[in-house]
């Protein structure tokens, strides 16, 4: 029962040579992206007298208690921020993943078929698939924000004596919703690429490493690249999905008070578009397989 899937999946998988330099490239930026940021995180850089200092190592000590005091200043409110930000990072990177086996689970497609009423349109399926995707995004986001939120790296260090409660207003109800639909919002096009990469392609390998590819690599190289182009072409860099994440990051600051960021609903429109862009690219795929079957 088990083995077949897997079976069937390789079989797919070994006609495509493309698919397997692509999961070996990605197995070796998986294995060698830990020690290189550890290495990374041992330079520090700072700003002397006679201009800039790389060190590697330790960091001194007078950069150790600046450190310690921004954590010191720390409020609950910034931790919701924080917090709802990692977990928009995090789950972009679960979904990315998810929504490559999605595209062939076959208890996602029992799921699916509930959603929309036990219908036999393949088409209606891979609606209900998308609904899976938006659900578990939501999931996944205020399950994050809560054990963020609890746990020791949440709240416990920064509930003292001099934080207040004033910050829970009911605007701040009112926010957090929408702030929630945000953040998913910037998680979904990745889930979306990744599934519909596996339903173009026929093949979970593929569109897991294609779609990780994408997210770890693909689009902050391409973003630098757009970033560097002589104006006004170098606008273009604001219509890209990490340009508009860290928009609607800024607008999460919101949260606690802060001055909403430009553009928050172009960034808004951008993401909504990937979106709709790759959910009819999956619905097409679907109606041409169903043309030709």
Same mark, same amino acid.
């Given at each position: 029962m088990i083995s077949a899937p897997i079976q069937s999946e390789w079989l797919k998988t070994r006609k495509r040579p493309l698919t397997l330099w692509v999961t070996g490239i990605l197995l070796v930026v998986v294995v060698l992206y830990p020690p290189f940021m550890v290495g990374l995180s041992k330079i520090c850089a700072v700003d002397t007298s006679q201009g800039l200092r790389i060190m590697i190592g330790t960091p001194p000590k007078e950069m150790s208690s600046i450190a310690q005091q921004m954590r010191d200043q720390v409020t609950l409110p910034d931790v919701i921020v924080t917090t709802l930000g990692v977990a928009a990072s995090v789950s972009r990177l679960l979904m990315v993943i998810l929504g490559a086996m999605l595209a062939g689970s076959e208890f996602a497609w029992g799921t699916a078929r509930h959603l929309v009423g036990r219908t036999r349109d393949r088409r209606a399926f891979v609606g209900g698939k998308l609904a899976v995707i938006l659900g578990l995004t939501l999931l996944l986001l205020v399950a994050a924000l809560a054990l963020g939120l609890l746990s020791g790296s949440g709240l416990t260090p920064v509930v003292r004596d001099r934080v207040t409660w004033d910050f829970l207003t009911p605007g701040l109800f009112l926010r957090l919703p929408l702030a929630l639909l945000f953040a998913a919002l910037t998680v979904v096009p990745y889930a979306l690429l990744a599934f519909t990469i596996t339903l173009v392609t026929r093949s979970t390998a593929t569109g897991l490493s294609?779609?990780?590819? +994408?997210? =770890? $690599?693909?689009?902050? $190289?391409? %973003?630098? $690249?757009?970033?560097?182009?002589?104006?006004?072409?170098?606008?273009?860099?604001?219509?890209?999905? +990490?340009?508009? =994440?860290? =928009?609607?990051?800024?607008?999460?600051? +919101?949260? =606690?008070?802060?001055?909403?960021?430009?553009?928050?609903?172009?960034?808004?429109?951008?993401?909504?578009?990937?979106?709709?862009?790759?959910?009819?690219? %999956?619905? %097409?795929?679907?109606?041409?397989?169903?043309? +030709? %079957?």
């Open positions: 294609l779609g990780l590819l +994408t997210l =770890i $690599i693909g689009e902050p $190289i391409f %973003a630098q $690249i757009l970033a560097s182009l002589p104006a006004p072409w170098n606008e273009l860099v604001y219509y890209t999905p +990490t340009a508009c =994440i860290g =928009i609607l990051k800024g607008w999460m600051g +919101t949260l =606690i008070g802060g001055a909403a960021p430009d553009h928050v609903g172009r960034s808004v429109v951008v993401l909504l578009g990937y979106s709709l862009a790759l959910a009819g690219l %999956a619905f %097409a795929s679907f109606r041409q397989r169903e043309l +030709t %079957a």
